[in-house]
Each structure stands twice: as structure tokens, then as C-alpha cells.
């Protein structure tokens, strides 16, 4: 009735060590003094349990309510109403529970929230190492919830611990039965993780030192798979991303691109949905690929030109650009099927012919577009005209360098006679305008270049530093065609890849975690990376991308035609079967007793005795029940009967520890005491 | 009215169970009578996995559906964990002390478990009353103390011994309702009474008077033991030479004081016995032999422990079957 409600010590110590366990990977993102402010109230916490502070008066109470609608309309306000600010908001009620609470009931509550901050955080990462952490914090809240219901009088942590792993043990394999058979449902209401973090990978605007900067980054941005094995040539691997078409002088962007805020939508992006297939030419069969791109809060997705969606998620722009339906923030994965030789755009509309071979009036560049106008006119066709600028950046001096001299006010004059040196999108913005001082409808197309190959699960991995800037060109009767200025000044970079032909820079992925390790490319190292990396390839393929359409495969694969009964069946089937060998192994079922001597004598020998003679013992009657029983209807049994009872409750119930030869004595004397009983019967 | 309705209910329940549950004084827990509900704290576990599960379904995030599992499956060996927590213990009823009407009775339980399995957080009280606490961490065998208010003298038969316990996550409660067969003698309520109101007897050196050490009359000699006042000792017979020998003295005490249930003229029963019962305690402090006269019964002066236990037993007992 009143079991004590108050928190034990050890359990309290139990609950600050898993709040803070999951308020720690929230604070990576949450702003810095809400962090400051969850530290404050852990301390509070601990000078409360330490005496040296008191429980928040109710003024303080109201005043941190009022604070914390205060900081949500602010938050709102700020950064939009998305999992950020819920996030934020989270942890702030959280924090303030927590020095709030007296009682085991409050303690509840904390616990449901620390699960609920745990889900939190697998909507910003799922990977292996957070999925392993946030199991640590289960088994540590789960010991919270032991600790609080042990004994006050128990101090043993390490039962404690061990029992929280032993009960998260047993209830995995349930919880992998549930997670494989319990049915997905689709999103009941559309919900977009508007989130504030910071866009990564490639962007919609192109000025130079953009790409340069990715190229010091060693994060990694997708994965591919190639079915097959039909892997192309390093030097093939163009990831397209974005088409940019409009230039200002300084800065390439996309058209029609100025208002970032449309993002959210992808038709609107996407310009619009058109029946592209009536605008190219393919030949031969398309490759196909998985690809398992990391979240990069934009919503485009990169593939190998020409590149279609398996799904119908995606959306084809009129560039043969994909884009998502909202942005990428969490880890997707979409499967394409590209043409490799392909064919767009071979007639060219006049507003199209405009857009990619307009320059702005104003820009300078006067030795550029002389340079340009005199190179055409000592070629032939457009297609000579290319080699013939291709060939100029690879006979004059042109450096391929991460960290570039900076550019005066004739930025392409500047860089094509006098710096000379420079990353992608400085050649492939000088080569665009090139291309279009003299007439040629030419374009930037960013993207991702080259892969690592692990060999390990037979994937391709690329990274930040493979980001890349080319061209596009549109010939007459050819369509629009891909050129690389970046490989005339430096083959190196598109056939073995950037970390070959950027070996000696020291920018290179200076931003990258281990990456003096990485640049060392010691062989084991390296090897165990590729390693880490083919494992959380596979659990991103088998777990973390484990949805309806996967889960109806698999059920498709067990059951045949898939039905309603038969997912129902299975999913009770299973579950039952988990729950039969998890109860099975917790519940302990004791072997029966193994009879006592003693207690096979009084049971066997003395009540059958008895029962032949009309006492039978009641069930359920006790020994001194029965013995006044007997002593009552049978007064002469009295005596040897109440000795037989004395001695055999003092061996049966008494101490357990009596020695074994005590026993033995003692039957003898019950044995006797028997014998003068049945005489007397 | 509902409260009313409320109470009828619970008795008609306790009734019941009561009906279910064969009296045996020792008992082992087995599935058959341990129950297991949901406590409030783990519906609020599954609101929360609740939660987690709806973010999963709208975010389409694998793992969180993943986390929502676990929870799930932590929850059902919550309840499998706590059965265990009392599956194959034994209780076995043991004597109880007599009390007072008024006060806690208090039963005592023996708890046994098999070597290889521990028990903790168990909590043990009867319908409405405070609980009592018992672990079997480190010994094999514990007795816990449990109390009930006694509120009527005669033979108090303890309510139904329930054994609850939320251990190990808190999330679930599993019980068990047993009738160990504990009984306990209730005294009447000792109420204060005027003694001086009847009679103690008259001093006096008759047949039937005792014999108690004292300081008033001569009664004779007896030999010097270590530690005996010098101012007894005889000195004239150490200076006739007849050793040390020392003069003792005792009162004369009448021993006819007899407790009378007509002496409480114009009290009820109840009253009768309680004002003897207090009249009881208060002689035997006296350490002067009394005996004690009631319809039915009439037990001569005496003193000492074993005395006044009869004498109290017979009031706790007067008219009970």
C-alpha cells in the first residue's frame, strides 16, 4: 500500500548519468546556452542531492515555465518551427524536470523523455556508432529504473549494471522479430525536418574557392554500389549535380534559382516535369546503381549522366538535373539507371541557345574575349575551337592548386595570362566563358568526380574532396557534350583521382579528421578504414534503409503472395516464438524437490500408515493440524505421534544447515517412535 | 454513496478472495496466485514508446521504429522479470506475540527462497495497512514483521497477506494474496481505573498471610552473607561467639486481593473487562499476588508472568468461542 515514494541516492546518481548521456549528442546541435543552461540544472541537481541547495520555489517555477515559452516563440521565430527548435525545447524542459523532481513518479517522466531524446537523435544520425551509443543509454536507463526499485539498503551497482545488460539482451531478440515482421505504416501526416544545420557537399552557386574549400573536407558524401559489377572507368565517373547557367562575373548560378525559400518544393525547382524522354537519344543498356547519400539539407541528388530514377520520387529538371521532393536531411538511398551514351538536347531552342551564351555587358575580361574571338577565327568548326582551348590550358603554364592567388577586378582575364593558377571551377568558368564570347552555348556543371573503391562490400565511396566543376558544351548535331578543362592541366586528377593529383598540396583535406593519417596511406590503416566504412555500408543497406518496400520484399520472400492474414500470422508466429524462448529462459522453473529422507518417511511411511487406519491428512493440513487431529480421535497415538511431528517439523522446517548425520539419527529416532506407533495401532 | 458502493465492493472482493484462498501455513508462490498488472509509471513507458513509434511512422526513420521495439520488448520482460520476483518463494506463518486491543498486532513471516535465486524490493502488508519490507539478497531466508491494527480482543485472525513488488524496472506490479493462517491473541484495551476504590485487604498476621522481606517486624536469624547492611547485623550474638549472623525483618502482607467482576458494578462487559485488564497490569507491577473472579471462572492469587499472561488471556478470551 505504501511503498516508499521517495528517490533512492544511488538511483538519483543512476538518472543525472543517463540524462546526461542523452543530452550530450543533442548539445552537438542544440545552441551553446541552452547546452550551458542543461549543465546548470545537472549541477543544481547534484548540489540538491549533495544538501547543499534546495528544490526550485514555486516563484522560480513559474518564472522558468515563462522562460520557456519565452524561448520557444523567440526559437520559433528564429529558426522556424522544425526539429531544431522541438529539439531545443526538448532538452530545456527536460533540464528543468529534472531539478524539479522529488518523487519516483517525476522520475518516470524523466525516463520516458531521456527515451524520447534518445528517438531524437536517430532523426539526425543513424549510423553505427550512434546506434551503439544510444543502446549504451538504454542499458543505462534501463539500470536507472532498476536502481530506483531496488532496496535502499542495497548498494550494489554492479548487480545493477549487470542486470540492466542481461534484461537489454533478452529483449533484443523480440525487438528483432518486431523490427523485421511488425508492419511499416506510412506517414500518417507529412511532417518536413526543416532543420538549421549546415548545407554540405556541392551548392547552386559556383565563385572560385567554393569547390577548393570541399576539396580539404575528408567527409564523406555518398556511397554507390554498381549492380553487376559494371563498374565504369574511374576517369567516367562523373556524379552530375547541378547545372549552372547563368553568369554574372563572378559567380555561376542556376536560372531562375533566386529565391532559395522555393527549395522546399521540388517541382517548383524542377521548373517542371516535362516529358524529357522526347528530347534525348540513348543507345545501348543503361547501368544500374544504388546510391546512399549522406544528408546535405539541399534537396538535389547526383548521379551519372544521363541518369533516371527507378522510383519516380525524383524530379527530372530540364537539365537532366534530379531533385528531391524537400531536402535531403536525413541518409537516403534511391536507385538509378543511367545511359551512358546518350544524347540531349540535339535541337536547341532559341531560349535555351539565349540563356547559355549570354555574358554580362559589363564585365571586363577584354583580353579574354579578343583572346577568344582570334582563337576561333583560326579554326574551323566549334569542335576544333574546343581542342584548340583545351590544348591551350594544357601547353601554357597552368597550375591545378587548392589554395590559388587571389583574383583582381578581370577575374578570367586575370586568371587566364596572369595567375594561372587555380582548382576546378576556375578552369571550368573560365572555359564556359571562353566558349561563350564566342557564341557557344556552353555551361558549369557541378558535381562529384571519382570514388574510393572498397573492396570489402564492393562499393564505391565518394568524398567531399572528390567535388568537382565541368563543362558543357553544345555542338551542332551532337547535343550537349561533357568537357573537363581540369583534365588538360591536370590528367592525374580525373584517371587516378584528386587524392593523386593533390598528394603533395598541403590544403588537401586538411579540414578531415585523421586525415594526416589518411595522407600517410599506411596500408593496415587504410584497410581498417575501408573496413569501418563496408560495415556502416551494410547496416545502412540492411537496417537503416529497411522500409515498406524493402520489408514487402522480404515478406514476399517468406510467404509468397503477400497477404494481410499471412503478415498477420507471421508477425504472431514469430513473436511468439521469441517470447516462448526469452520467457523461458528468464522464468526459472525449479526442478521438483528432490524428497527429503525425511520427508519421504512422514509422507510415504507414516501418513499411508495412517490412512489405512481412516486419518487421512487434509490437503493442505498442516503437520501440527494433523498431528492434533490424530491425537484427538486416536488418543492412544498421542504421544509417539507428537514426538514423530516435533521431530520431523524441527528437520523439515527448521534450520536448513543441520549437519548430515544429525539427520540421520534423527529419522532413526522417528523410525522408532514409528514402530511403538504401530504397535499401538 | 459510491464511496459506500466503493467499500461494498472491496468487501464482497476481499470475500472472495478470502473464499479462494485455502488457509495453509506455509505457502510457495507459484504462477496459479501471482498476479501482474501494468503499474501507472509503465503505461507511461508505453505512452512514451507510443510516442517514439509515431515519430518513427512520420519521420521514416528505421531505427527510432527500431527504439520503439526495444522499448516493447523491455517492457514485456519487465513483466517476465517481475514474476520471477516472486515465483517459488515460500512464506511460512510463524507465532505471534499477544497485544492489546488498540495497538498493532504484529505477525511474523518466514520468506524462503531457493539457493539460486535472488528476491528483492518485496513488500508485504494486510488490505489498508502500513507495509513491511523484505529483501533476499544474501540470506536464504528472512522474517519480516507485519502488522495490523487489533481493534477487538479475542482471537484476531490476520487479514489476507499480500505480497506486492515492483522490482525490477518499476514498470509493472506483481502480487499475491495468501492466507497464512496467522493468529493472534488481543488483550482487552487496559482503561484506567481508581484502585483505591475496593479493597486491598487489611493488614493483618493471619494463616493465609505471606511472608515478603521488608524492614518493619522481627522475624528472625539467618547467616551473614557478603554485602548485607551492617547495621542488621546481630552484634550481640558475634560477641557470644555465635558468628556473624544477621536480623532480618519482613513485612506481612495480605495476599487476598481478589480482582471481582462485581466490583465494576454499572460498566458494560467491555468495560468490565477492560478496567481489569488495567488492574491486572497494574498489580502484577506490584509484584503482590492477586487472583481474579469472573462469571465463569476464578483463578487464585499468584504472581509472576505466567500469572498474569492467564489472567489476561482468560479476559481476552471471556465469552469467545
Not at chain 2, 499480500?162 to 518499476?170: A, C, V
Amino acid at each position: 500500500m505504501d511503498i516508499s515514494y521517495q528517490i533512492p541516492r544511488t538511483a538519483l546518481v543512476w538518472i543525472l548519468i543517463s540524462v546526461v548521456m542523452v543530452v550530450l549528442p543533442q548539445s552537438l546541435r542544440i545552441p551553446a546556452w541552452i547546452s550551458i543552461i542543461a549543465l546548470g540544472c545537472v549541477i543544481w541537481r547534484v548540489l540538491i542531492f549533495t544538501g547543499k541547495l534546495n528544490y526550485p520555489s514555486r516563484l522560480m517555477r513559474v518564472g522558468v515555465v515563462l522562460f520557456t515559452v519565452a524561448v520557444s516563440i523567440s526559437q520559433m521565430r528564429n529558426i522556424g518551427v522544425g526539429l531544431d527548435s522541438a529539439a531545443s525545447l526538448l532538452v530545456l524542459g527536460f533540464v528543468f524536470k529534472l531539478i524539479e523532481m522529488r518523487q519516483k513518479r517525476d522520475i518516470y517522466v524523466v525516463i520516458a523523455l531521456c527515451f524520447i531524446l534518445s528517438m531524437v537523435s536517430f532523426l539526425y544520425s543513424q549510423s553505427v556508432v550512434a546506434t551503439l551509443y544510444i543502446a549504451a543509454c538504454v542499458v543505462v536507463i534501463t539500470g536507472a529504473m532498476i536502481s530506483l526499485n531496488r532496496s535502499v539498503l542495497i548498494s550494489d551497482n554492479s548487480g545493477t549494471i549487470r542486470l540492466a545488460m542481461k534484461l537489454s539482451m533478452q529483449a533484443l531478440p523480440l525487438t528483432i522479430v518486431l523490427f523485421v515482421v511488425f508492419p511499416r505504416i506510412a506517414p500518417l501526416w507529412a511532417v518536413p525536418i526543416s532543420s538549421n544545420g549546415s548545407t554540405t557537399g556541392v551548392s547552386d552557386e559556383m565563385a572560385p574557392g567554393d569547390i577548393s574549400q570541399l576539396g580539404r573536407s575528408g567527409e564523406l558524401a555518398f556511397r554507390v554500389q554498381f549492380e553487376n559489377g559494371a563498374q565504369p572507368f574511374h576517369s567516367e565517373l562523373y556524379w552530375r549535380g547541378l547545372v549552372l547557367d547563368d553568369f554574372d562575373g563572378v559567380t555561376w548560378r542556376r536560372t531562375n534559382s533566386s529565391s532559395s525559400s522555393s527549395y522546399g518544393r521540388a517541382a517548383a525547382l524542377s521548373d517542371f516535369n516535362f516529358n524529357w524522354q522526347d528530347r534525348v537519344n540513348t543507345d545501348g543498356n543503361p547501368i544500374y546503381y544504388n546510391v546512399i547519400l549522406e544528408p546535405t539539407q539541399q534537396p538535389w541528388i547526383f548521379g551519372l549522366h544521363l541518369a533516371e530514377d527507378q522510383s519516380n520520387k525524383y524530379f527530372q529538371s530540364r537539365n537532366f538535373e534530379l531533385f528531391n521532393n524537400g531536402l535531403i536531411t536525413q541518409r537516403t538511398s534511391y536507385d538509378l539507371r543511367s545511359w551512358r551514351s546518350n544524347q540531349t538536347d540535339v535541337t536547341l531552342l532559341d531560349s535555351g541557345r539565349r540563356r547559355t551564351t549570354s555574358l554580362p555587358d559589363d564585365d571586363g575580361n577584354e583580353q579574354s574575349r579578343r583572346f577568344a574571338q582570334q582563337l576561333r577565327s583560326s579554326v574551323n568548326s566549334d569542335r576544333d575551337y574546343v581542342y584548340a582551348v583545351l590544348a591551350n590550358f594544357q601547353q601554357s603554364e597552368f597550375y591545378y592548386t587548392l589554395n590559388p592567388s587571389l583574383l583582381g577586378d578581370n577575374r578570367i582575364d586575370d586568371f587566364l595570362f596572369n595567375t594561372r593558377e587555380g582548382f576546378c571551377e576556375h578552369y571550368a568558368s573560365s572555359f564556359a566563358y571562353l566558349m561563350r564570347a564566342v557564341g557557344i552555348p556552353s555551361r558549369v556543371v557541378v558535381g562529384y568526380q571519382g570514388a574510393e573503391y572498397n573492396p570489402y562490400e564492393d562499393y564505391m565511396m565518394v568524398y567531399q574532396y572528390n567535388a568537382h566543376a565541368w563543362n558543357e558544351v553544345w555542338l551542332e548535331g551532337e547535343g550537349w557534350v561533357r568537357f573537363d578543362p581540369t583534365s588538360a592541366v591536370s590528367p592525374e586528377r580525373i584517371e587516378l583521382g584528386v587524392e593523386a593529383a593533390l598528394a603533395d598540396d598541403p590544403a588537401f583535406m586538411e579540414d578531415g579528421l585523421f586525415s594526416a593519417v589518411r595522407r600517410g596511406n599506411i596500408d593496415w590503416i587504410n584497410a581498417m578504414r575501408l573496413r569501418l566504412d563496408a560495415i556502416e555500408y551494410e547496416w545502412n543497406r540492411r537496417v537503416v534503409n529497411y522500409n515498406e518496400d524493402v520489408q514487402f520484399e522480404v515478406f514476399e520472400q517468406i510467404l509468397g503472395e503477400v497477404t494481410e492474414e499471412k503478415i498477420l500470422m507471421l508477425l504472431i508466429g514469430l513473436a511468439s516464438v521469441a517470447l516462448a524462448v526469452v520467457g523461458f529462459t528468464v522464468i526459472r522453473f525449479d526442478p521438483p524437490s528432490p524428497q527429503t529422507p525425511v520427508n519421504k518417511f512422514y509422507k510415504q511411511v507414516l501418513c499411508k500408515e495412517l490412512r489405512k487406519i481412516g486419518l487421512e491428512r487434509a490437503p493442505g493440513e498442516g503437520p501440527q493440524a494433523f498431528c492434533a487431529r490424530v491425537s484427538r480421535e486416536r488418543p492412544e497415538l498421542a504421544g509417539p505421534m507428537a514426538e514423530i511431528t516435533k521431530l520431523y517439523i524441527q528437520l523439515n522446517y527448521g534450520e536448513k544447515t543441520v549437519e548430515q548425520e544429525t539427520i540421520k539419527t534423527e529419522l532413526r529416532k522417528m523410525k522408532s517412535l514409528f514402530q511403538q506407533l504401530r504397535t499401538s495401532v | 454513496m459510491a464511496l459506500d458502493l466503493g467499500a461494498r465492493w472491496d468487501k464482497k472482493f476481499q470475500q472472495w478472495m478470502a473464499s479462494r484462498i485455502p488457509p495453509r501455513e506455509s505457502v510457495t508462490l507459484d504462477r496459479k496466485i501471482i498476479y501482474i498488472i501494468p503499474s501507472s509509471n509503465g503505461l507511461m513507458f508505453v505512452v512514451a514508446a507510443g510516442l517514439v513509434f509515431i515519430a518513427a511512422i512520420n519521420y521514416a526513420v528505421s531505427l527510432a521504429f527500431g527504439l520503439a521495439f526495444l522499448m516493447v520488448s523491455i517492457f514485456i520482460l519487465a513483466i517476465l522479470h517481475c514474476f520471477n520476483n516472486l515465483n517459488q518463494l515460500t512464506f511460512t506463518g510463524l507465532a505471534s506475540r499477544a497485544v492489546f486491543a488498540g495497538e498493532q498486532a504484529t505477525f511474523r513471516v518466514k520468506i524462503t527462497r531457493s539457493p539460486t535465486r535472488k528476491h528483492e524490493a518485496l513488500h508485504l502488508n494486510f488490505p489498508g495497512e502500513n507495509s513491511s519490507h523484505a529483501d533476499l539478497f544474501i540470506n536464504d531466508q528472512v522474517e519480516v514483521d507485519v502488522f495490523a491494527a487489533a481493534s477487538k480482543r479475542g482471537y484476531f485472525k490476520a487479514p489476507l497477506l499480500k505480497t506486492t513488488t515492483y522490482y525490477p524496472l518499476g514498470l509493472c506490479r506483481a502480487w499475491s494474496v495468501l492466507d497464512l493462517n496467522l493468529r493472534c491473541l488481543v488483550y482487552p484495551k487496559p482503561i484506567p481505573f481508581v484502585m483505591s476504590q475496593f479493597n486491598i485487604g487489611s493488614g493483618g498476621t493471619d494463616d493465609s498471610a505471606i511472608i515478603k522481606e521488608g524492614s518493619e517486624d522481627f522475624y528472625g536469624l539467618r547467616d551473614y552473607v557478603p554485602g548485607d547492611s551492617m547495621r542488621q547485623v546481630a552484634w550481640k550474638n558475634v560477641a557470644r561467639g555465635q558468628g556473624m549472623q544477621v536480623k532480618q525483618f519482613v513485612d506481612y502482607v495480605d495476599n487476598k486481593v481478589w480482582l471481582d467482576w462485581d466490583m465494576f458494578y454499572g460498566f458494560n462487559t467491555e468495560e468490565r473487562l477492560s478496567r481489569l485488564c488495567y488492574c491486572i497490569l497494574k498489580l502484577s507491577k506490584q509484584d503482590k499476588p492477586f487472583g481474579m473472579k469472573i462469571p465463569g471462572s476464578e483463578i487464585p492469587p499468584d504472581t509472576g508472568p505466567e500469572h498474569k499472561k492467564k489472567l489476561l488471556r482468560t479476559l481476552a478470551l471471556f465469552g469467545v468461542e
